[in-house]
């Protein structure tokens, strides 16, 4: 590289530095503060607490052109005073609209259906209500775009023929793009989001008894669906890395419309679940294309608990009393047989391939050495 295309690069990456790290509008200076990586706290309750907004990431992510505040929009003045309010993700964004409608964007419509779903709960909740997931457990503002390329030139291109300003093209075919191609967790990572709360017991527990408390129903197989989930035919090919075996919303989320049905879990005593015994064979048909209603009755959750599956506990134990009987009478036999063997002064070496062997005839030998 010579000296002045070397200048040019550098001349180059100076020019384009200040629009990438700010590469959204900070109208409202909120990273005038922010911007400093040790800004952060401990709280009361000695959590440590990070209010670093790295400017880079920020501009990545998909809430890249919504203004701090119409998330933040308990700030009303800066400084602003100490906050104590969450961010609730069905406000209205004032910056936003909604092309299609009009009106100022929100995420009510999804909220809705969480609201109806088994984990619908407030931003700010109270006591067992806190163990339901809210959007930002499960959607925590990732780098969607990280490795997104470029737009296909011959593409903008033709947009442009028509829509004139290339950053217009470009931003409507990331924003689609993005859509069209199946953007989706996969199986083991959807397991191990549901699992985190369904696979601990504490939590479990803690339901079990203020459902039975407060006289509510809770599906059958609330105490061990993650757990048993593990030993069934799909937990064990999903944990060894098959991506077609079902995976907790193949069943419990609708294929049709699924964005919106993995919002709208139901237990499977609601009629509208894909698992209410009267949708279950078609649930399963989605892969099973010869399934049947027994072959849906097959249990997506098997465990050997006595309170779960009686015949599964006793099969259980008889299968263990069995194998139990079966191993000591082995080891007894051959206990007994290298005791006998030994007071034939047969002993157990190692030698050229072969274990027993007789070092001296001290007594009376009971086999014949041809
Ligand atoms: C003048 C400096 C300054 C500016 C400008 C500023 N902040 Fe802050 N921000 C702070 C300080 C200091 C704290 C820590 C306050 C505390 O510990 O209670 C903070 C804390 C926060 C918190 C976390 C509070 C909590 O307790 O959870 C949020 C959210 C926040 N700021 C958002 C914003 C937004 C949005 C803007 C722009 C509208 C903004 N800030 C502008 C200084 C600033
Ligand atoms: C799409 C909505 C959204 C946008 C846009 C947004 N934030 Fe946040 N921010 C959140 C959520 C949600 C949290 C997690 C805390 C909560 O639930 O209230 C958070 C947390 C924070 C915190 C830490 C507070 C804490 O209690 O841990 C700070 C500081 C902060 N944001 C500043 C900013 C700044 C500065 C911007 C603009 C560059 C911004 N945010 C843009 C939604 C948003
Ligand atoms: C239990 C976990 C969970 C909760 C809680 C949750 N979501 Fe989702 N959300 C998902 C899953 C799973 C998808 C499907 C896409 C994927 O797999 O990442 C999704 C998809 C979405 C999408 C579509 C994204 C796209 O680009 O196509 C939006 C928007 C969304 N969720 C918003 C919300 C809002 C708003 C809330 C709160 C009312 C919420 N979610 C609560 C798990 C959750
Ligand atoms: C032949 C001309 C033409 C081409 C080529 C074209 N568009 Fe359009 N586009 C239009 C017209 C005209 C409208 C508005 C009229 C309407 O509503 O149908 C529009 C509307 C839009 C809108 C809705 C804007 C809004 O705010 O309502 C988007 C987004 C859009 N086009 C993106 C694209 C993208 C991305 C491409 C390239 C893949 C593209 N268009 C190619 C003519 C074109
Ligand atoms: C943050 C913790 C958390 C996460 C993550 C979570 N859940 Fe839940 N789930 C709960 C709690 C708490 C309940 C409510 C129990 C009650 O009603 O007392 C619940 C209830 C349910 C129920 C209804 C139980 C019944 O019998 O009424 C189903 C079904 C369910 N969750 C499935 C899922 C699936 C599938 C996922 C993954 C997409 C998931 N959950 C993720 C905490 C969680
Ligand atoms: C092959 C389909 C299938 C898969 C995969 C599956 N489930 Fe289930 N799940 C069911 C069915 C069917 C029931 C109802 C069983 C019954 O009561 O007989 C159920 C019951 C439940 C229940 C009890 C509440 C209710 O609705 O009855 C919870 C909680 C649950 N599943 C969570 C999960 C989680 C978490 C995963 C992933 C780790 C998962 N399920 C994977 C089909 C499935
Ligand atoms: C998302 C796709 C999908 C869904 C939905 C699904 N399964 Fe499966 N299931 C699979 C795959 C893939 C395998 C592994 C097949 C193989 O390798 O032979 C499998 C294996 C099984 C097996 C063990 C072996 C066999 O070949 O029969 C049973 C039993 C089973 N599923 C039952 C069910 C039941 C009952 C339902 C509905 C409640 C269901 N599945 C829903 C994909 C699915």
Redesign the pocket.
Known sequence: MNISRLLTTLFGIALFLPAFTNAFEDDESCLMCHKYPKMGRVTEEGVQKSYYVMPNVFSRTVHRNVPCRDCHSYIKELPHKPVKEGVTCNSECHSIENPSTGKPFSHEPIYNVFKES??GREKIAQG?EK???YCI??HTNPLYNEAEEAPPKEIVDRCVVCHEDEAFANKWYNHTSRRIREVKRSSKE?VA??S???ADKE?IDR?VK??AKEG????RK?PY?AIAYQDSFHGKVTKYGSTDAAN??NC?ASPKNYYMS?HE????RDPKSPINKANRVNTCRQCHKTADENYAAIDPHPTHHKEDNLFNYYAEMIYNIVGNIALFGLVGMALFETFGRRRDGVNWVLRAGTSWRRKHRKRRARYSDQ
Do not use: N
């Open positions: 088994v984990h067992l163990d339901k997931p457990t499960c959807i989001l549901c985190s709360c369904h939590l339901h203020a459902a509510r129903e809770l599906g609330f669906a907790c919303l419990h993995v879990l139901r237990p499977s």
